[in-house]
């Protein structure tokens, strides 16, 4: 007990220390091991990169021995069974794929996805955003069944013909010859319409990220509706769009079964979008388990498997450098 002296009276204050509560230790304890147990799952998983690449590069290394890069990058005949591993027409047809689906869907999407977090009502952005989420859901398999069942018709019968003898003769890209609808502008639809909702759904969370009072404030200073999406699109959206545009190519090259199905698989160099491909993927889930019996097969395929994940890495991290550049300069 202590005896204070507070306007020429003498009162007695008691201090009373409160006891330390047991529950405070069990919180840090506990919020220690969460945080022990994030950075664990954030580096296993970049370490899970490093191992899938190592591993690959293990199994391709037969491979690498038998024949330089350059010549197994730049090669355009594959014959396994006369030792003859060409990857070109492959890169060729992956790259010519994810081209048209990026072209295709690119644009409409941020548009899309700019009209639901901006102009569209609460009632209509309620129907939508469902739709939305069901797309991104839909099996690769359907897409593709739906893409042999249709697009295929549709670029044989009415595409190819009518492109072709107006812009084929004057633009390579368009020439036909004798197509039969399993092309690159096949499987670049259907990877288009794939990669489309998730493009739109990554945009529309991006724009309506951005806090109110910066939309209030620009319609304040007489701005126009577009004029204030203009201005958050290229303020606080532009990142966030060019991320999802990388999620898009992510998806788009990686695709497989939806892509196989329409592609035609044909190991040659498309010249044109009528023309059919092969891609890298598609090569790997045809062939993988068969013909392991020829020489340096296996370690083809994972060559393959290889060069699509170093593709898939040196796009996103160049992606991740222009989007920390433009942050920079915001």
């Known amino acids: 007990m202590e005896i204070t002296s507070i306007d020429n009276e003498t009162r007695p204050i008691a201090r009373v220390r409160s006891p330390r509560k047991p529950r405070n230790t069990v919180r840090r304890i506990l919020d220690t091991l969460a945080r022990t147990l994030s950075a664990a799952a954030a580096l296993g998983t970049a370490l899970l990169v490093i191992v899938v690449s190592v591993l690959l590069l293990q199994k391709a290394w037969p491979l690498l021995v038998h ?50 977090a901006e102009y569209t009502s609460a009632k209509n952005r309620s129907l ?31 595409a190819a013909p009518a492109l072709g003898s107006t812009l084929g003769h004057y633009i390579p890209l368009f020439a036909v010859q004798n197509t039969s609808g399993y092309s690159v502008l096949a499987a ?79 190991t040659q160099i498309p010249h044109s979008i009528f023309d059919a491909a092969y891609t890298l993927p598609a090569l790997i889930a045809n062939n993988y388990g068969e013909m392991m019996s020829v020489p340096l097969y296996e370690s083809a395929l994972m060559g393959a498997a290889l060069l699509l994940l170093v593709t898939v890495i040196f796009f996103n991290v160049s992606a991740r450098a222009v989007i920390v550049r433009i942050g920079k300069g915001h």
Request: include cysteine.
């Open 67 to 116: 024949a330089s890069p350059w010549q197994l990058l730049s090669g355009a005949v594959w014959e396994p069974h006369n030792g003859l591993f060409g990857f070109a027409p492959f890169i060729a047809g992956t790259v010519s794929v994810t081209f048209v689906a990026m072209a295709l869907a690119v644009a409409p999407a941020v548009l899309s996805g700019v009209y639901v």
């Open 128 to 158: 939508l955003k469902p739709m939305l989420d069901l797309l991104v859901g839909i099996p690769p398999v359907v897409f593709g069944l739906w893409g042999v069942l249709v697009v295929v018709p549709f670029i044989r019968d009415l």
């Open 188 to 266: 670049g639809i259907v990877l288009a319409i794939m990669v489309f909702p998730l493009i739109v759904a990554v945009v529309d969370e991006v724009m309506r990220s951005t806090p109110q009072e910066m939309r209030e404030s620009l319609l304040s200073l007489g701005a126009t509706k577009w004029e204030t999406t203009r201005c958050i699109v290229r303020r606080r959206g532009l990142t966030g769009i060019i991320a999802a545009v990388v999620l898009g190519f992510s998806r788009a090259i990686g695709e497989t079964l939806a892509v196989l199905m329409v592609v035609g698989n044909v």
